[in-house]
């Protein structure tokens, strides 16, 4: 279990706050002052229990049958007003065209928004404070197996309340808020859910980027070497495929160090694929027809230096 306390703006009062109260009165009697005061009355906010998931693809995820660990990715925030650990879950659209294998749910352990298998945390559970959020990653593996293109298999990330969770507004648990106050099902109901698209194509890229350093040691002046490799998976024919790589904030691209399997490309738009628009490098391999599945495989590199 995973707990994550990135606090953003806390939704009202924490659940489990004391709200104290008292009188004071002052008076006098024969010329002479006197006070008295009530006793305190204590109130402790009730915990408001409420989940968002939604999810982070701005469009259908392109896979060929066969492609194993293809991830959808979600953002689940605790909406509420105390800590929750919320059950995550993976459920399927019953109107799907397919549907996946081996779904597994990771946690984006370092909030870079990016799945990795040896970094991120595979997870059923997830433990937020109020208004805290992760990233979500639905990894899995596409059947193998005659497809039509276009062919789609729609998957949600589940969450619900380890406290609540009954789906009805209004639910209330007595004592299982923070503090042993009372706890209620917000507008969610306790939890929520949201969809990914898996879309079956004839032909999909595959990208793989990693990046090196020359010294053991990180810092300014240090020059990043990243390589790319693109690769595309199945048959037929793909057009306008183009490779956009952002230079990194914090550094500066390295005028000259484009190069495409080895062999240098200027950085000026001009005869050859390459170019560096001023925010990024561009490779452009226009329209690529491939009759043998992976037989195109391009390694693209480039350096920057950190200021």
């Known amino acids: 279990m995973l707990v994550l306390n990135q606090i953003l703006w806390a939704k009202g009062v924490l659940a489990g706050t004391e709200i104290q109260n008292s009188v004071d009165l002052t008076y006098e009697i024969g010329g002479i002052s006197h006070n008295a005061n009530s006793n305190v009355v204590i109130d402790r906010v009730d915990q408001v229990i409420d989940v968002q998931v939604v999810s982070s693809n701005v469009s259908h995820l392109v896979v060929t049958p066969g492609q194993t660990d293809q991830v959808l990715t979600f953002k689940i925030t605790n909406i509420g007003n105390g800590q929750d ?35 991120d945390t595979q997870a059923s559970e997830i433990t937020l404070d ?6 979500l990653f639905l990894v899995c593996d596409i059947p193998s197996g005659t497809f039509a293109t276009g062919d789609i298999s729609g998957n949600a990330i589940s969450a619900a309340s380890k406290i609540g969770g009954s789906g009805i507004p209004g639910t209330s648990y007595a004592g299982a808020g923070t503090g042993g106050s009372w706890a209620v099902d917000g507008m969610s109901g306790g939890k929520d859910k949201a969809f990914g698209i898996y879309e079956i194509v004839d032909l999909a890229p595959r990208l793989i980027k990693s990046a090196s350093v020359a010294t053991t040691d990180v810092f300014t002046g240090s020059i990043i070497t990243y390589t790319i490799n693109v690769q595309l998976i199945g048959t037929g024919t793909i057009d306008n495929f183009i490779a956009h790589d952002t230079i990194p904030a914090g550094t500066t691209y390295m005028a000259g160090s484009l190069k495409l399997d080895g062999n240098p490309l200027t950085d000026s738009v001009d005869s050859d694929i390459g170019s560096f628009d001023g925010s990024g490098i561009n490779v452009n391999f226009g329209s690529v027809t491939q009759s043998v599945s992976g037989a195109f495989n391009k390694s693209i590199t480039f350096q920057v230096i950190i200021n």
Not at 87 to 106: A, M, Q, S, V, W
Not at 130 to 135: H, L
């Open 85 to 119: 650990t919320f059950t995550l879950n993976h459920e399927i659209n019953g109107t799907n065209d397919f549907n996946i294998n081996n779904p597994r749910i990771y946690i984006d352990t370092n909030n870079n928004s990016l799945f990795d298998i040896a970094v």
């Open 130 to 135: 109020a208004d805290a959020y992760a990233n």
